[in-house]
């Protein structure tokens, strides 16, 4: 091992999951199921090689929950459906098979549709024009549609969704579900001051604004049970709006962490472009230390953190409890062999982002 690695390699228990490691793979959009959602082959050998590569955790791609407003890109994965959730039985054992655990994703896009086979109009917590345009990479093209402002009974429906397709990710092995509410798509739309102009009980303060992402962990709890991983992913940042930070600072980040924290989740995942730096202007805290602060359950940190030397600081100060690897994975599906091995790491490259579940072929061998 190379300098302190070996805390990256001490187990953790999250929930009734005993991780053999601290590390963490991060969800990356792939868009490589077929057209009807289903996942395939192509999924299991990628999805498998992170777990041979000695990641003890996998965290999958979002996977859209119904068939009407949530799917967000052209071949994305869905669980909306038994046959699609019966689609990722064999990737779930693949993963189980190499020692690994593996959690999906749960994504409903609200205003953010690259793409969506199901329909021709998009949901948000309020009519307010998405930021940027859309990326001909996951099949969109010009401005984000202009959304329809959800109704009580839509938003019923969405946790409703939620909650089922949690439930069918437990029927096939999955070992958890993390509710995607993070990086723009809908559960941050709710959260976030400018996308959300409602002045009901889901709008206006932060205690309103996280108020579904709430219920929606709630009602999962209720269809799963105590005993299966139920995690939510939290950023600022988001795809289209990446410089985004809470206005109300530490103050909105208490309100949101206490606020989860009442649902139980066996994890909070906070993302940012850089998660060992503070998350806000004059303060010394990173975003993962204030949910270990305000949520008191385990967190994932995420953003950056590919440089063993970064992701052992945030360990050793107790920054964070696991560590999530996104893009320094992609080069390096052994990421955690090749740390504790002494391995030398290879040096990222940005043709391996294109948004496809492959892996370079020398690490497929």
Do not use: C
């Not at 091992?1 to 929930?15: A, E, Q, V, Y």
């Not at 949530?70 to 693949?94: C, L």
């Not at 992701?311 to 999530?324: F, Q």
């Amino acid at each position: 091992m190379t300098n302190n690695s070996s805390i990256l390699f001490t187990p953790f228990r999250l929930g009734n999951l005993e991780l053999k490691n601290r590390l963490v793979l991060a969800p990356m959009t792939r868009t490589s199921a077929q057209s009807n959602g289903l996942a395939n082959e192509r999924m299991e050998k990628y999805y498998q090689r992170f777990a041979k590569g000695g990641f003890s955790l996998i965290i999958t791609e979002g996977a859209y929950p119904d068939l009407k407003h949530s799917q967000a890109y052209e071949n994305q994965p869905g669980i909306a459906t038994d046959e699609q959730a019966e689609s990722w039985r064999k990737v779930v054992e693949s993963v189980h098979y190499q020692g690994g655990k593996i959690i999906l994703q749960l994504q409903h896009a609200g205003a953010l549709i690259q793409y969506n086979r199901y329909t021709d109009t998009s949901l948000a917590p309020s009519a307010v024009q998405p930021k940027g345009e859309k990326l001909s990479e996951h099949g969109g093209s010009g401005e984000f549609a202009l959304p329809k402002e959800m109704t009580k009974k839509e938003i019923e429906e969405v946790i409703e969704s939620f909650a089922n397709a949690a439930l069918r990710a437990k029927q096939v092995g999955f070992d958890g579900v993390e509710v995607h509410a993070a990086n723009g798509y809908l559960l941050d739309q709710f959260i976030t001051d400018y996308t959300n102009l409602r002045n009901d009980e889901f709008g206006g303060t932060p205690e309103n604004r996280i108020k579904l992402s709430v219920l929606v962990l709630k009602a999962i709890r209720k269809k799963v049970g105590n005993d299966f991983i139920v995690g939510i992913r939290i950023s600022q940042g988001k795809v289209n709006d990446f410089d985004h930070k809470w206005e109300g600072k530490e103050v909105e980040a208490k309100v949101i962490f206490e606020s989860l924290a009442t649902a139980s989740p066996s994890y909070i995942h906070t993302t940012e472009y850089r998660a060992n730096h503070p998350a806000f202007e004059g303060s010394n805290k990173t975003l993962a230390e204030l949910a270990q602060n305000y949520g008191k359950v385990p967190v994932i940190a995420n953003g950056r953190l590919g440089n063993p030397e970064v992701a052992i600081e945030m360990l050793e100060d107790k920054k964070t409890d696991l560590i999530a690897i996104g893009t320094s994975a992609l080069v390096n599906p052994d990421w955690p062999k090749k740390v504790k091995n002494g391995t030398k790491l290879k040096d990222f490259d940005h043709h391996i982002l294109e948004p496809i579940a492959v892996i370079r072929d020398e690490e497929t061998q």
